[in-house]
């Protein structure tokens, strides 16, 4: 059902993000299972009468007709008066900047402004769904940004619910307030931006939210006397606290350590109040970003990790160094299941 406001389908190429978006919009027959929107199932309904207005990947203007043209021609089909649709376009058109650009076609006007007036095509609609297929990927990495922007003022604006397929994490994570993850056809977990990123599902979601990605660590749960540890090769983790509720009948098992690289400092600027725990790695790459270090980091054993390090870090590659890991910030996964534990 589509409740919210502006969900995000988000997952890696060929996931099946596109195909559930066609299936919405009834270009796809739905093999079961039921579309709801707002109160209405929409199974059985052709794609005219979904109320739904859709902004394809290669935006899909008409060449031979002006801007104004490929705007209207959706409310031309619809029978409305020519006033009305002077005035819908006009409107769409003020509220995207493009309001100089009715008269010209599409090979005239950039990527940016193409993207636009797909968008103001939707709008002109006034739909009660917007569903957007990787509207930005034909952006270059400015361009992009900047109609982020501009698409989350358009939703807070409109009111309206848009479900947006993209497999751009940062897309996802700065304009869903819902994010639906798909991994090979199926449904991993639908949650807010922030509780995919703090409390993700499997190890899967953990993975894949997140840039650099989440480190992970195979290992296993060991009791000793009263304590409950999770030993990996690199280090040891005191199991204590809700973590310790969820594992009492689990030591002896194997598990997956997930810690993400910004929970990885180096030990000379750990920030006051972490408990840390010391490990040693060798510097294989590293990515200045200016604001902070990126670094690649190897233990041997094929075991490669990455850390986020302050910019006032002296790493370089070939340097082995020693980081002070948070020994409460990390993910639990049953290493078979690879579902989260604790």
């Given at each position: 059902?589509?409740?919210?406001?502006?969900?995000?389908?988000?997952?890696p190429s060929g996931c099946g993000k596109t195909t559930s978006l066609r299936m919405?919009?009834?270009?796809?027959?739905?093999?079961?299972?039921?579309?709801?929107?707002?109160?209405?199932?929409?199974?059985?309904?052709?794609?005219?009468?979904?109320?739904?207005?859709?902004?394809?990947?290669?935006?899909?203007?008409?060449?031979?007709?002006?801007?104004?043209?490929?705007?209207?021609?959706?409310?031309?089909?619809?029978?409305?008066?020519?006033?009305?649709?002077?005035?819908?376009?006009?409107?769409?058109?003020?509220?995207?900047?493009?309001?100089?650009?009715?008269?010209?076609?599409?090979?005239?006007?950039?990527?940016?402004?193409?993207?636009?007036?797909?968008?103001?095509?939707?709008?002109?609609?006034?739909?009660?769904?917007?569903?957007?297929?990787?509207?930005?990927?034909?952006?270059?990495?400015?361009?992009?940004?900047?109609?982020?922007?501009?698409?989350?003022?358009?939703?807070?604006?409109?009111?309206?619910?848009?479900?947006?397929?993209?497999?751009?994490?940062?897309?996802?994570?700065?304009?869903?307030?819902?994010?639906?993850?798909?991994?090979?056809?199926?449904?991993?977990?639908?949650?807010?931006?922030?509780?995919?990123?703090?409390?993700?599902?499997?190890?899967?979601?953990?993975?894949?939210?997140?840039?650099?990605?989440?480190?992970?660590?195979?290992?296993?749960?060991?009791?000793?006397?009263?304590?409950?540890?999770?030993?990996?090769?690199?280090?040891?983790?005191?199991?204590?606290?809700?973590?310790?509720?969820?594992?009492?009948?689990?030591?002896?098992?194997?598990?997956?350590?997930?810690?993400?690289?910004?929970?990885?400092?180096d030990c000379n600027y750990v920030p006051p109040g972490i408990r840390s725990i010391?490990?040693?790695?060798?510097?294989?790459?590293?990515?200045?970003?200016?604001?902070?270090?990126?670094?690649?980091?190897?233990?041997?054993?094929?075991?490669?990790?990455?850390?986020?390090?302050?910019?006032?870090?002296?790493?370089?590659?070939?340097?082995?160094?020693?980081?002070?890991?948070?020994?409460?910030?990390?993910?639990?996964?049953?290493?078979?299941t690879e579902q989260l534990i604790a």
């Amino acid at each position: 059902p589509l409740s919210l406001p502006a969900r995000k389908r988000f997952g890696p190429s060929g996931c099946g993000k596109t195909t559930s978006l066609r299936m919405l919009a009834g270009l796809e027959s739905v093999t079961r299972g039921e579309i709801s929107i707002g109160d209405r199932c929409v199974n059985t309904l052709p794609a005219k009468d979904r109320d739904i207005a859709m902004v394809f990947q290669s935006y899909a203007l008409y060449p031979h007709m002006t801007v104004y043209e490929n705007m209207a021609f959706g409310l031309q089909l619809r029978g409305l008066p020519t006033t009305d649709i002077q005035k819908r376009v006009q409107s769409a058109a003020t509220q995207l900047g493009i309001e100089g650009l009715l008269h010209r076609k599409p090979k005239a006007l950039s990527g940016g402004q193409r993207q636009r007036v797909a968008v103001g095509r939707a709008i002109v609609r006034e739909p009660a769904v917007f569903l957007m297929d990787e509207p930005l990927s034909n952006l270059d990495a400015k361009l992009r940004v900047q109609a982020r922007t501009e698409l989350s003022k358009l939703h807070q604006s409109l009111s309206a619910t848009f479900v947006y397929v993209t497999h751009d994490q940062v897309e996802a994570m700065t304009m869903g307030t819902r994010i639906a993850v798909l991994n090979a056809g199926e449904l991993q977990q639908v949650d807010t931006p922030q509780n995919l990123y703090d409390r993700p599902k499997n190890r899967f979601v953990a993975g894949f939210i997140g840039s650099p990605a989440m480190n992970f660590f195979e290992g296993t749960l060991q009791k000793e006397g009263d304590r409950l540890i999770a030993r990996t090769s690199l280090f040891e983790l005191p199991i204590s606290g809700k973590r310790l509720r969820a594992c009492q009948t689990r030591a002896g098992s194997a598990v997956t350590v997930g810690i993400r690289p910004e929970n990885l400092y180096d030990c000379n600027y750990v920030p006051p109040g972490i408990r840390s725990i010391p490990i040693k790695a060798s510097v294989s790459v590293t990515e200045r970003m200016g604001s902070e270090i990126v670094a690649y980091l190897n233990v041997g054993d094929g075991l490669d990790f990455v850390a986020r390090v302050d910019r006032r870090s002296p790493v370089t590659v070939g340097q082995t160094i020693r980081l002070a890991m948070d020994s409460e910030q990390f993910h639990l996964f049953d290493a078979k299941t690879e579902q989260l534990i604790a």
